[in-house]
């Protein structure tokens, strides 16, 4: 999940892609690299499990082939595999230029689970193959499936490493992310608690001025006991 208060400072509409709160279309949104970057979130933990070996079930949108219902399997091993799976879904199936992770990809997915390597051997693997790979070969742009004619992808290729160059030094000339930088419990970004704070300050002054403060009653301060009834003329 990504929080996208940076790109939608005035919200955004909670069904419609593209649409403000009122309903209308946004006129530009900003680039994720024009805030400085966004801050995702891993959410929907409804399956998940903590540090078991062996585990059984078969839930999941994306099922390892070792998924059963009675005999016992590695759960971090099912973690490689769908992750392997979204790497090739996501990035080498779809694009042509990625060639190079086809192999940790096909490690990751194997079908026996005992060949798959842990999670520290795949970024061991990841480290080796990007060291093998020459820097303007890693950082070019992905490019699409279908074969695109040549002027064009130079051009294509020149302007998004021109983009990317324009980009890098603006956010290294930033000595801070605002609204993003972290602060010291690590939850909110700086900017959102910093008007947090200052909403709660101005909501407690209000509240001081609203409360009457407790005062002593006054020596002369007369205190009226209620009249008792007349005993000699009741009430009928």
Not at 42 to 69: C, F, H, M, R, W
Not at 138 to 163: G, M
Not at 170 to 181: D, G, I
Not at 211 to 233: C, L, M, R, Y
């Amino acid at each position: 999940m990504m929080d996208g208060r940076a790109l939608y400072p005035k919200g955004w509409h909670p069904q419609a892609l593209g649409r403000a709160p009122n309903g209308r279309l946004m006129s530009t949104v900003p680039k994720r690299r024009a805030v400085g970057g966004v801050r995702y979130y891993l959410i929907d933990y409804g399956i998940s499990i903590i540090s078991q070996s062996e585990v059984t079930g078969i839930l999941g949108q994306k099922q390892a082939p070792e998924l059963n219902e009675t005999t016992p399997y590695n759960p971090f091993k099912v973690d490689i595999w769908l992750l392997g799976s979204c790497f090739g879904c996501m990035i080498t199936e779809k694009f042509r230029n990625v060639e190079w992770l086809n192999t940790l990809v096909e490690a990751m997915t194997e079908t026996d689970p005992s060949a798959r390597p842990t999670a520290i051997e795949c970024v061991s693997q990841f480290d080796a193959i990007k060291a093998q790979i020459k820097f303007l070969a890693r950082a070019q742009r992905l490019h699409p499936p279908k074969t695109e004619l040549r002027v064009l992808q130079a051009v294509r290729d020149t302007t998004y490493l021109i983009s990317e160059a324009i980009w890098t030094l603006k956010f290294r000339a930033k000595k801070s992310l605002t609204p993003f930088q972290p602060t010291e419990k690590g939850s909110e970004p700086q900017a959102v608690a910093a008007e947090e704070a200052k909403t709660d300050g101005q909501a407690s002054v209000k509240e001081s001025a609203a409360v009457p403060q407790d005062t002593e009653p006054s020596n002369n301060t007369t205190i009226e006991e209620p009249s008792k009834p007349n005993a000699g003329n009741p009430e009928h």
